[in-house]
Every structure is written in structure tokens, then in C-alpha cells.
Antibody, heavy 121, light 105 residues
């Protein structure tokens, strides 16, 4: 059974940093690209970052480009999101999501339970 | 960037009704479109991919159609479990639509 478990969320002051983790199990993690998706309270889904297999290809939404950094550790079956220069607009539940298929363009068929990040003074 | 729109934003219906949600892309995405259902406090669930393909385990009352820029999700015979928010997503660049909330009339 595929499992994705996010951790690392919490309260952080504006301008601060936080690192999210997503532990993966039940599939060959190194064979899949991975994504982060967030959802602000009461709002819709926003894709924010993609990392390809091997970690050499990374994409970001404009809203986080230059502030967030995605990475992966295939030996640890883990995905990370380093978030810097946080603002109130970054307050959201953050999900890691696995694509359905191997390949660059695929919908997400497995999601974690999400971890809440609250940016507030 | 490819922008996604959905209509309506909210839809009121009763158990047993058939409902249709529309999704439009700002440029052609061929059939690279997925539909998700999300219940409050839960992660989204993939329903339809490649515009028309039913994800394994998803009931056949869900049907997707369309290609290019215009897509629809039809839910026939709404069940209590279907009152939720539905999102389309183009997976060229992974953008989601703003969502359609299906609420009980």
C-alpha cells in the first residue's frame, strides 16, 4: 500500500523558515517524480513544486519561486520542501503528492494527509 | 501559464440528481486533464484522468468528457458521498481549477 506522510508543519513568524518532509512507503520512490500542493484555509488547491526522478529537474509556481526549494533523498524515501521568507499568504495545508504514472505529465493518484503551516506573528 | 476556470463555483442538488461541472483551459491541453473530489479536511481523490478515463475503484456514475480546452465532469445519480468540492487539473504544468462545491439542496 502506498503511503505518504508529511511532517514538519507548525507556527512560524513572518520572514521565518520551515522545512517540510514527506516520507514515502509502499512503492519504488526513486522511480517517481513528486510534487507539493498546498491549500490555504477555505481556498482551493495550488500546485507549488515538482521534482523529477534523480532530482535534477525542479519546477516551482511563481508564488514560491526563489523562496521555496524542493529536494529528495531516494536512499531515505523522502521528499522535502525548504520554505524561506514566509509570509501570511503561505499559511496552508501542504500535501505531498505522487503522480499516477512514471513520466513528466501525470495526475496525482496518491496524496499524504497534509501538514499545516501557519505564518503569524 | 495555462489558466483553468470552472463553472459553476457552487451547485445545489439532491440525492439522485445528475449534475455537470465544466472546466476550461486557457489553451489547448489535449486530454491532459484530471478531476478530483475533496471532502472537508481530507486529501483530494483522483476520479478521472486523461479527460475520460475512470480511475480504478471509482464508481461508474462519474463520467468525464472533452478535449482541447473544454471539459466536463458529469455525476449521475448523486450519492450522499458526492457532496464535496471538485477540482479539475491540467497536468502539462499542473494547474488546478478553482473548484466547484456540490452542496445539498
Amino acid at each position: 500500500e502506498v503511503q505518504l506522510v508529511e511532517s514538519g508543519g507548525g507556527f512560524v513568524q513572518p520572514g521565518g523558515s520551515l522545512r517540510l518532509s514527506c516520507g514515502a512507503a509502499g512503492f519504488t520512490f526513486s522511480s517517481y517524480s513528486m510534487n507539493w500542493v498546498r491549500q490555504a484555509p477555505g481556498k482551493g488547491l495550488e500546485w507549488i513544486s515538482y521534482i523529477g526522478t534523480g532530482g535534477s529537474t525542479r519546477y516551482y509556481a511563481d508564488s514560491v519561486k526563489g523562496r521555496f526549494s524542493i529536494s529528495r533523498d531516494d536512499a531515505e524515501n523522502s521528499l522535502y520542501l525548504q520554505m524561506n521568507s514566509l509570509t501570511a499568504d503561505d499559511t496552508a495545508v501542504y500535501y505531498c503528492a505522487r503522480p499516477r504514472d512514471l513520466g513528466i505529465a501525470s495526475p496525482f493518484d496518491h496524496w499524504g494527509q497534509g501538514t499545516l503551516v501557519t505564518v503569524s506573528s | 501559464d495555462i489558466q483553468m476556470t470552472q463553472s459553476p463555483s457552487t451547485l445545489s442538488a439532491s440525492v439522485g440528481d445528475s449534475v455537470t461541472i465544466t472546466c476550461r483551459a486557457s489553451e489547448s491541453i489535449s486530454t491532459s486533464l484530471a478531476w478530483y473530489r475533496q471532502k472537508p479536511g481530507k486529501a483530494p481523490k483522483l476520479l478521472i484522468y486523461d479527460a475520460t478515463a475512470l480511475e480504478s475503484g471509482v464508481p461508474s456514475r462519474f463520467r468525464g468528457s472533452g478535449s482541447g480546452t473544454d471539459f466536463t465532469l458529469t455525476i449521475s445519480s448523486l450519492q450522499p458521498d458526492d457532496f464535496a468540492t471538485y477540482y479539475c487539473q491540467q497536468y502539462y504544468t499542473r494547474t488546478f481549477g478553482p473548484g466547484t462545491k456540490v452542496e445539498i439542496k
